[in-house]
């Protein structure tokens, strides 16, 4: 009878589950070992290319992870790795994919995050940044190069999406979407009600795909609440299930990339949850179960929404970069809240090895901070301050006088005072609700000499070093 009651219990799911078949080719060979979801469920091709899958009715797309070293098709930048179930019309979904022409073990990833569009007088300066961007990808044109967007795509416009991308396109690279709290669909009666139209644009909110010996993984963590404006940092049962079938794809040890836009943590270790709009907006609130699956592997997590730049090292093989806002300051000025200057992430991947560095566009790599004189910092009147945005606890930063050591910079907690300066000046802001904020990537040192040469010298963490001199 208990058996009779679950069978019951489970008839109606079984009548809303259908199967669809298709196969994956490349110049009509089939590929075998492709993973193959709804978004719920994971499977992957035969010898053949062909795959079958349980689908269930609240499945939107069937999409792939795609395999490295082969690309799927672009429209405008964004790869059409997926395709719109309909099953009362369609049983069948085949995926056509192309080898890629150049060696993939070897590729850089750009990740941008919060361009954040809410009138269209931004696209002038958005686009010199793109145009920054295509620069750097001509000088790398023989390597290969993918895109990563962290989302707040645009700033609760969702008629600049189409500017956006035809903004994007121009990079003529494989350019992903991350959806951010900005980029939903408000006033729904629920979550499930806010990306749609973004998956209308870009389809599947979450997803993943392969380049190299790297997994690369997208996730919609912004869970919106369904009241005007209000959203939290979580990620849905449905996701965390998809993605440790996901990951049972990907070898342990492997280096795994998941972007999203809200960050797991601001710290390396989780305070005691507060239910407050910092704590519950600005970060994911379950993030440690995240991190839990994230334990095998040498992991990234690339996030945005804190217009700061700030790395945080939550375990010795997890790394989360949290990216400065590629609109600065709302698009207001150049620097972001903490003094970041405008540009994106660089990640370098070679086989498993990876070394990453912050671009700022308009500057050549090399410029890696920013210096002030004595007097700059009124809370430290007789130091030299200097900005290094994305430093890290492996970096080194150094002040010498007239070409000798004086010893390694403080680090403090300060604000940045361009950032400080810009944010200021009310009469210039759209929104007069801006302002700097402290941050800890701020270092300082009193000088022992009057009128000594200055010369602050930073190692990064890959032995790379860089300087700049303070008059």
Request: net charge neutral; proline share 4%.
């Amino acid at each position: 009878m208990k058996n009779i009651f679950l069978l019951f219990l489970l008839f109606p799911f079984c009548l809303n589950a259908q199967e669809i078949t298709g196969r994956v080719t490349c110049n009509g060979d089939g590929l075998d070992n492709v993973v193959v979801t709804d978004g719920i469920k994971c499977t992957i091709t035969n010898k053949k290319g062909n795959y079958s899958l349980q689908t269930e009715s609240r499945s939107t797309f069937v999409y792939l992870s795609t395999p490295s070293g082969y690309l799927a098709l672009r429209k405008n930048g964004n790869p059409i790795f997926y395709q719109r179930l309909n099953i009362a019309q369609q049983k069948e979904y085949n995926f056509v994919l192309s080898k890629n022409q150049k060696d993939d073990t070897k590729h850089l990833c750009m990740v941008h995050a919060d361009p954040q569009l809410y009138a269209e007088k931004n696209l002038v300066p958005y686009n010199k940044i793109l145009d920054d961007c295509i620069q750097f990808i001509q000088k790398n044109q023989d390597t290969d190069i993918i895109g990563i967007d962290c989302g707040d795509l645009v700033g609760d416009k969702p008629s600049l999406f189409e500017a956006y991308i035809q903004s994007t396109a121009r990079l003529d690279i494989p350019f992903y979407k991350v959806i951010g709290n900005h980029d939903m669909t408000l006033n729904g009666r629920s979550h499930e009600t806010s990306y749609a139209k973004f998956e209308s644009l870009f389809g599947p909110a979450y997803y993943s795909f392969n380049r190299g010996k790297a997994h690369y993984i997208v996730l919609n963590d912004v869970f919106y609440l369904a009241r005007q404006y209000f959203y939290m940092g979580y990620l849905e049962e449905k996701v965390l299930a998809w993605l440790e079938q996901d990951l049972s794809h990907v070898a342990k040890g492997s280096l795994v990339f998941v972007a999203m836009h809200i960050p797991s943590m601001l710290q390396e270790k989780q305070n005691n949850f507060q239910y407050t709009a910092r704590d519950v907006a600005s970060q994911l609130c379950n993030a440690t179960f995240l991190h839990k699956m994230l334990t095998p592997y040498k992991a990234h997590i690339l996030s945005g929404h804190m217009h700061y730049n700030k790395n945080v090292v939550h375990a010795p093989n997890l790394y989360e970069h949290i990216t400065a806002a590629i609109c600065g300051t709302w698009w207001q000025g150049k620097v972001c809240l903490d003094g970041t200057p405008q540009g994106y992430g660089v990640y370098e991947v070679d086989g498993d090895h990876l070394t990453w560095y912050f671009k700022s566009a308009g500057y050549p790599k090399e410029y890696q901070m920013r210096a002030y004189p004595v007097g700059s910092a009124k809370e430290y009147p007789k130091s030299v301050l200097v900005n290094v945005w994305n430093w890290d606890k492996a970096w080194k930063v150094e002040l010498f006088e007239n070409g000798e050591k004086t010893g390694d910079m403080q680090r403090v907690s300060t604000y940045d005072p361009a950032a400080e300066a810009l944010c200021s000046d009310k009469e210039k802001l759209d929104f007069k609700w801006i302002s700097a904020s402290k941050n800890e990537h701020m270092f300082i040192a009193t000088p022992q000499q009057a009128n000594a040469n200055l010369e602050v010298r930073v190692t990064d963490r890959f032995g790379e070093t860089y300087q700049t001199t303070i008059k």
